[in-house]
């Protein structure tokens, strides 16, 4: 059985995945950041420190076929604190990769590397990259680098631009962007078994009937998900939309209104995706 290491596994996502492999049966190791992880399951082989120290990557990566990379900042920050964990960062697991001869990693990039896209518009896969800060800049970075990382070293990658990952969604914008805890771990379990993955760029998003993205150019993973967050939509809908008129106008939602300073707001999105930049 491949061992996988988990990344980030004292975080809010981190600890869905960590419980899930575990029933699983799946050999893990789970790492946290600062914090120290007590055993879930006798034996468990946890552990913690910071990734920019490359001893610490070589605890995390000795004897590892799959890297699921949970850790990092995972909302905006100052940019100071978004290049150590998500580029610096980033950069150090990568080279343990390297050096301890692990296949494949599973990128945890996200949809605010492409927030500032209206939400009117349906995106494919190779659609440009338009983030809505500094976070989802760090996930552009993370996936040309993860991209180089496969075409000059044959380190194999998964990015997965999680949409809203969440028990059940509860406001309109994720009637789009939701992300099932079930699908999750079905997408994750594909990442694990799948053939040759290459370098991969998928939505981590499920069926839902409002969604924007599209996963045409990924069939080879075999990613089905089965949610759809048009279940709850009722419930959803009858309740004020917590989004603000910024929030509500872009993909990325709550994200795009942080230190925004245009005022033609009603010009700019739609210009900027025909290619003009005024
Ligand atoms: C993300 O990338 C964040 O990590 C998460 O906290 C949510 O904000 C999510 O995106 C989202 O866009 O809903």
Redesign the pocket.
């Known amino acids: 059985m491949k061992k996988i290491a988990l990344s980030g596994a004292g975080g809010q996502l981190g600890s869905v995945v960590r419980k899930a492999l575990l029933a699983r049966d799946i050999p893990l190791r789970s790492a946290a950041g600062s914090r120290a992880l007590t055993p879930l399951v006798d034996g468990e082989d946890v552990m913690h420190g910071d990734l920019r120290d490359p001893a610490v990557v070589d605890r995390l990566l000795e004897g590892v076929d799959v890297l699921i990379h949970f850790a990092g900042t995972?909302?905006e920050r100052p940019l100071p604190e978004i290049i150590e964990n998500n580029l610096r960062g980033l950069v150090e697991v990568y080279e343990g990769a390297r050096r301890h001869g692990v296949r494949r990693v599973v990128f945890a990039s996200?949809?605010?590397a492409i927030g500032m896209y209206p939400v009117t518009e349906h995106l494919s896969l190779d659609c440009a990259l338009r983030p809505d800060g500094f976070?989802g800049l760090s996930k552009v970075w993370g996936e040309s680098l993860a991209r180089m990382y496969w075409d000059k070293h044959g380190i194999e990658s998964v990015c997965v631009r999680?949409?809203?990952?969440l028990e059940r969604p509860t406001e309109p914008?994720?009637l789009s962007?939701w992300f099932g805890h079930k699908d999750l771990m079905h997408f994750l379990d594909r990442c694990i078994e799948a053939e040759d993955v290459g370098f991969t760029v998928i939505w981590g998003v499920s069926a839902n009937k409002r969604s924007w993205w599209d996963n045409r150019g990924a069939e080879h993973l075999g990613y089905q998900p089965q949610q759809d967050a048009e279940v709850y939509a009722a419930e959803i809908l009858a309740a004020p939309n917590p989004l603000d008129a910024l929030g509500q106008r872009y993909q990325?939602?709550s994200?795009v209104g942080l230190d925004y300073s245009r005022d033609d707001i009603d010009s700019d999105a739609s210009g900027a995706a025909a290619g003009r930049s005024k």
Do not use: D, E, L, Q
Request: hydrophobic share 20%; aromatic share 12%; with cysteine.
């Open positions: 995972s909302v996200s949809n605010h976070y999680i949409g809203s990952c914008r994720h962007t990325g939602g994200f």
